[in-house]
Each structure stands twice: as structure tokens, then as C-alpha cells.
């Protein structure tokens, strides 16, 4: 980042100025989502926020090593007290927060104090795995399905705040305006909700978003997380995002739909061989990206059969129980079903891209298909059932190693055996409860 290109934003963050003011904002929050799948935030007041446009604001690189619960590790890359980082928000998605009055928000992305990009960033591995498809001539669309569970305040227990069953009316008439509210404060912030509903788990609910640019889906998601909780805040009530929130209940899941594209044509509707090779890509490379988008302890509570997690390696159409469910139609896509909402939202788009890519290059094929409830037939492989499995695989994997670059992949590896070592003792209850208000 030359000096030109520092005034450049620098002038632009100063036209936001007077808008931002009408509008009441206080402060711009700068958010980036760390190894363990937290999203973490420094903040400027709205007169700094050209200077930090410009100059990005001061950030350690030690949360790389930051663990879930705010646990530090050492890792082969990252950790200890020295250095320090800017994060420079993203002008082009600078969002007034209607779940937060006086607040505004934007993703930040993580350059070193030259101002080049820093190689560890997550949000940069996302635009580099879209810039290199972009190079073999397609581009993704993605969005991410957000499950949620909202409970009653002043305990860390889990006491749901409807009571409504699954899928039934009574709970949006019980939490009406709560629903309400969270559908305008979305659509303020201009994001293309397609729809809202009770999901199966008590007091669960599902929000699903438009297919946008890969990138542009990790943000949403992380908005849209963000939005949810505040809203649910605003409302009394505390929303959880964990894979687990009760033992031996059905778990929040966090799917990724994603198609690929050439020009204005999506190469899933009737399933183009491009489609299939990336498809086939992902399948290839599932369990290793276990390790990304199933990242916690808590994932492996839920990645279990016969609850809707995917917790197979294997795909079908419109199939529920494995990892991958192809949907056909105008907006067909592959769903990644295993993936849960403590993964890193950027990390799953660079990862899944970068395995996708693999399966072009190598004009893989699709297997077969498995078209019943796996759980019924002999042989069907399991997705790792185990962190400590996910880690292996992800770590032999060298496509994902690649995509993410030796010391990111390096540093991944050790946040994920540092949430094992931690908790090796912890029983799936004990997990369920550190995990439950994290994410
Ligand atoms: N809650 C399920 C999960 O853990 C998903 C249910 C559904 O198919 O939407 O992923
Ligand atoms: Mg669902």
C-alpha cells in the first residue's frame, strides 16, 4: 500500500463523514475472525476513521494463537508478545448496524505495518483462492446458512426462550417481534435474507441468504451472526451458535451453498462436468476440511448420524445425511451439509475453493451417488469423528495446505491441538458448556 493509495482512503473515508454522522454512528467497528472461529473487534470513534481507513488500526498478531475460550497458545508461527498488525477496514462494505444503534461496522482485513497483506490473514486467503479461480476463467457464488438456538439471560445453562415445537408458528407468534426486528435490521443493512424459520431444536431458528461473491458470504455471515446476537440482546434473550448446545440434541449447523459460474451461467444447473470436478474436488478433500469447517470439539458432538449433520463422506441429491447434498434446479448448488458456525467463515471459502479447484485441474469425476439414509447401507465412509482425526487429515492433505499457505495451515493445526490438549479431559457435556456462548 503505497502513499497514493493511503490518500486515496484516506479522502474516501472522509466523504463517508457527514452520512455516517446524520445517521448518529459513534463508532465503526472492525472486525476479523481468528483460527478458533471468534470474531474478534477493535473499534475507532467516527472522527478517527478516515486515519484508520488510511493507516489501519494496531492489532497482535498473537490472536492467531487466540483459542476459543481466550486461551493462548504458542504455535510454530504465531504467539508471544512481539510484533503487531493493521486492520484496515473495507470501505466497499461499511455497514450502519440497525441492531446497534450508533454503531458501524466493516470487515477488516490484516496487512502488515508496511502495508502489504499479512500472509496469515483469513479474509485474505478467502480473495486468493477467488482470485485464482477467477484466473481459470469462473467465479463462486456462496452463502452461508445460520441455525441458532435463543435462550433465557442470567444463566449459562441452555433454558430456551419459546417453547414452541419445531418448525410451528407458535414460536415466531411468541417471539413476534423479536423475528420482526431481526428481519428489518437485516434488510437495513442490506442484506437478502430468502427466509426465516423454528428449525427441529428447542428455541432454534434458521436464517438463509441470498448466493453472493464468495467473500462477500463470509462477511454476511459474519453480519448476519453479529446481527442476531444483538438483536436477541436487545430482546433479552442470548443467542448461541454452538454445534451442541445440549447434549444428545440436534445441533446448530452452519452449511455453505455454493455454485460455480463462467459469465452469467451457473454451471450446476444441469450439473456441467466443471460442476461435477469441483464437486468432486470437494468430496476428495472433505475430511481434511473438517479440520476448517468443523474446527471444534463441539463439531464432533454433532457431526453424528441420523441428525441431519452430513456426517458422511459421500454426496446425494437433496440427500441430508451426507457431508454433501446437491440441489438442482434454477439455483442449484452443492450444499456442504458437515460445516458448523464455529468455523472461520473465510477460511471455509478458501479452503472448499481451493479443494474445488484441485477437482478441476484434476477433471475429477463424482462417485456415485448415495441416494437412502447411509446409516442403512455397509461401507458408507464416516467424516472424521474426532478433532484429533480432522487435524491428521487436514494436515496430509496438500491441496489445503497449499491453499492456505504452509504457516497458516501450520498455525490451524496448532489451535486445533490446543483446544484437544485443553480439553482432554472434558466430558461432551463439559465441552457442550465452555463452547455454548462462545461463537
Ligand atoms: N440442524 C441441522 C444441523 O445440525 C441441520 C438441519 C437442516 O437440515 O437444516 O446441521
Ligand atoms: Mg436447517
Redesign the pocket.
Known sequence: MDSAERDQLFDRATELFDGLNARDVAAIALTWVDNSGITRVKSVPLRRFAHAAAWGVGASPVFDVFLFDDWIITGRHAGGPVGDLRLHPDLDRLTVLAGQPGWAWAPADRHEQDGTPYAMDQRGAAKRAVARLAELGFAAKAGF?I?WVVGRPGTDDFVPACQGPAYGHTRQVELSDYCADLLRALDQQDIAVLQLHP???AG?F?LSTEPEDAVGAADTAVLVKETIRAVSARHGMRASFS?KVVVGG??????LHVSLWRGETNLFVDMAPEASAFSAGVLAHLPGLCAIGCPSLASYL?LVPS????AYSAWGTEN?ETGLRMIEGPGANLEV??F?LTANPYLVIAGVLGAGMAGLAESLTLPDPVTVDPVTLEGVPRLPTTLVDAVEEFEKDAVLVETFGAELAATIADVRRGEIERYKDASPQGIANVTRWRH
Do not use: L, T
Open positions: 446458512e441455525e428449525e427441529y431444536a432454534q434458521e454445534p440436534v445441533g446448530n449447523g452452519g452449511h454433532r441428525h441431519w449433520a452430513g441430508r451439509k458437515c458448523d
